[in-house]
């Protein structure tokens, strides 16, 4: 493809000052392939700038007018700029288009310990400085747009069974970050999920608590399928690890399933509140028909320590005795 480099640096290097410079960056139509993989990356098209007028490092600033590229059918793009990037970067950005993730370790041999699936549907855009992001002071965030993925696989060591995203939407604006849609599968078990994020750029950032208020809804929910995956000991026989209540986590579901399957305990139409913060789960007003009758949940289930707590105070309505 092509490539070039126009610019200049003029000046006195001291312990004070830099020389001034303006340095030209663009490619027109380029293309890159690994000999061994069998996918390129098309169409590479790059303008951009890097300027310092004063020969002040905290003045320098970068500017993308132009980032475009093709993976088989799919193109992606984006521009921004990136100012005071010494004392306090400011970022500016635009992006828009489609990436198939599959195609990743196609083009890039990225150490990737299982293969990607699903795609990547992204159209926003972006304006924060660090400060703010360090500080806590997620307010002076502007985004706008949405990104959403579809038919994503995710495998772990961390869930028993493959987690099938059919589709997720995410949409961002000046003041929250909307959930508008989760659609997944794990194992036998369905899930779907709505509701607005908080702290999600400290969650992001700086590894900090997300928050968030959802409303859950399943049709089958088998909690099975989320216990971690059996593990073999000396002896070549299995020990099954307990559930662990993510500490990442301090959110509340307003949840409603159809039908929940805890060993051969067959619960349906179960609703009400479920509180998770700290490896434990508060359960509130929660109700389910359950052995001919209904039972009322109030309580909590803790994964703080070793062996699992929990306490819960029930209330049984005209259970039959038989199937219970």
């Known amino acids: 493809g092509n490539f070039k480099i126009n610019g200049f640096v003029k000046g006195k290097l001291s312990d004070k000052k830099n020389p001034a410079f303006e340095i030209q960056i663009s490619s027109k139509n380029a293309l890159f392939k690994y000999a061994d993989l069998p996918k390129a990356v098309k169409n590479i098209n790059i303008d951009s700038k890097i300027v310092n007028k004063t020969g002040f490092l905290k003045d320098t600033y970068i500017t993308l007018n132009k ?4 993976i088989d059918e799919d193109v992606f793009s984006a521009n921004g700029s990136a100012k005071n990037i010494v004392l306090n970067p400011k970022i500016n950005i635009t992006a828009n288009g489609i990436i198939d993730l599959t195609n990743i370790g196609k083009v890039y041999p990225a150490p990737l310990e299982k293969e990607l699936l699903g795609v990547l549907n992204a159209d926003f855009s972006t304006n924060f400085d660090m400060n703010s992001i360090e500080n806590g002071t997620y307010q002076n965030i502007k985004n706008s747009g949405k990104i959403t993925v579809s038919d994503f696989k995710y495998e772990g060591t961390d869930v028993a069974n493959p987690v099938f995203i059919n589709k997720t939407s995410v949409y961002f604006n000046s003041n929250t970050i909307t959930l508008n849609e989760f659609e997944a599968k794990t194992g036998t078990s369905d899930l ?11 969650f992001i950032f700086k590894d900090e608590i997300l928050k968030g208020n959802f409303n859950l809804n399943s049709n089958t929910l088998i909690v099975a399928d989320f216990i971690a995956a059996d593990q073999s000991t000396n002896n070549n026989e299995k020990t099954t690890s307990s559930l662990k209540i993510p500490a990442f986590l301090d959110v509340k579901f307003t949840a409603n399933a159809k039908k929940v399957v805890y060993d051969n305990i067959h619960l349906s139409n179960v609703r009400g509140d479920l509180f998770i913060h700290d490896e434990t789960i508060d359960l509130k007003n929660l109700r389910s028909d359950v052995f001919g009758g209904n039972i009322g949940f109030n309580g909590s289930v803790s994964t703080k320590e070793n062996t699992p707590k929990f306490n819960m105070d029930l209330n049984l309505k005209r259970l039959n005795i038989d199937d219970s």
């Open 67 to 70: 980032l475009s590229f093709k």
């Open 192 to 202: 779907s999920v709505n509701g607005k994020l908080d702290n999600f750029y400290g």
